[in-house]
């Protein structure tokens, strides 16, 4: 155990969506170039802080201390710093970005201080206030980002984090206040979320899962290419929902290109995520592990060649039962839809 966390009550929602309510009359007419002083003054303390930010992200998450050391969190400052100067010239020069009021915003376990980035920073430059959940899993970054909001100056009431599971996310898209869902996860909870939208006739953004194949032709940089399927489909242990997980490659490289795979593939380093050789970590949730898990046994059962690992990792280098060896697996049957 590494954290308690709280499970949002009606109350807690209620509040935070006054509180982003209230605050928004006064935000929204805040001189731009305020606005800007203080989305660069969250940059500079992500920067200060992003030691502190990326191992409390690979504890929480999983993920390769170097992935989130080196990607995740810079990305997560770049944003800040991005929508700083885009909330400086946006009267000016960017005409169609204007307040719509209370955005109501949740976020995966996959990415979970970079997604924030992602919904927090635009909203703000605009002019917005936020109700942010992020994901039951992973929800430590997010309150840390809490923690330095107040530090750079943001009024209270304009960033608001709540915790909870997916009853507390409904709330938040139920909730008469919010103007605006921003939301990024499973096609399920999008389809959901689309349907209340569209009752309340409320913008909506979804970025929901999706399986991105690999294309490789016999003209392609052929170990650029292996590298480039490798980090597509490995990075953040594989779950991303623009994880490469299919690879379409052209005969006349087929049997090459696939041997090479498997070598380099073959010797990712399975274990600690706070080591920096590590390549691959533990999977986030045991939800997640089970699924993969199941994905496994339905290949196996549809005859699908298993070329490497295939099976949860053990190793005595490892403590708990959340890892899985890197898989590859041949002679897949697709469905007709994906022939047409």
């Not at 982003?20 to 805040?30: E, R, Y």
Request: aromatic share 8%.
């Amino acid at each position: 155990t590494i954290a308690r966390l709280s499970q949002a009550s009606s109350t807690d929602v209620n509040n935070a969506v006054k509180q982003a309510k209230n605050t928004f009359k006064s935000w929204s007419k805040t001189n731009p170039h305020e606005r800007a002083k203080v989305l660069y003054s969250i940059a500079r303390l992500l920067q200060k802080n992003s030691r502190l930010f990326s191992v409390l992200e690979t504890i929480d998450n999983g993920k390769p201390i170097r992935e989130s050391r080196d990607i995740d969190i810079p990305l997560a400052q770049r944003h800040f710093y991005y929508h700083a100067g885009l909330a400086q010239i946006y009267k000016t020069k960017v005409h169609d970005m204007e307040p719509i009021g209370v955005c109501g915003q949740i976020i995966p376990w996959n990415f979970p201080l970079l997604m924030l980035a992602w919904k927090i920073a635009p909203a703000l430059a605009a002019g917005n206030t936020v109700v942010l959940k992020p994901a039951e899993y992973t929800s430590l970054t997010a309150l840390l980002f809490a923690e330095i909001c107040i530090e750079a100056g943001v009024p209270n009431g304009v960033v608001n984090i709540i915790t909870g599971d997916g009853s507390v996310g409904e709330m938040l898209v139920d909730h008469p206040d919010i103007k605006k869902i921003a939301f990024t996860g499973s096609d399920i909870s999008g389809q959901k979320i689309y349907e209340t939208a569209a009752k309340k006739i409320m913008p909506v953004s979804l970025e929901l899962g999706g399986k991105s194949p690999n294309i490789v032709f016999e003209d392609a940089d052929f170990e650029a290419a292996i590298m480039g399927v490798i980090s597509g489909i490995f990075a953040a242990t594989g779950q991303t929902c623009i994880a490469g997980s299919r690879l379409l490659v052209q005969d006349s490289i087929y049997e090459k290109f696939v041997e090479r795979l498997v070598n380099v593939a073959s010797e990712a380093k399975i274990g600690d995520p706070m080591s920096l050789d590590t390549h691959v970590g533990p999977v986030t949730t045991k939800p997640q592990f089970e699924k993969i898990m199941s994905y496994i046994d339905i290949a196996k059962s549809e005859g699908a060649k298993c070329l490497l690992g295939g099976k949860a990792y053990s190793g005595n280098d490892v403590k708990g039962n959340r890892f899985v060896e890197p898989v590859s697996y041949t002679h897949l049957t697709l469905p007709t839809s994906d022939l047409v």
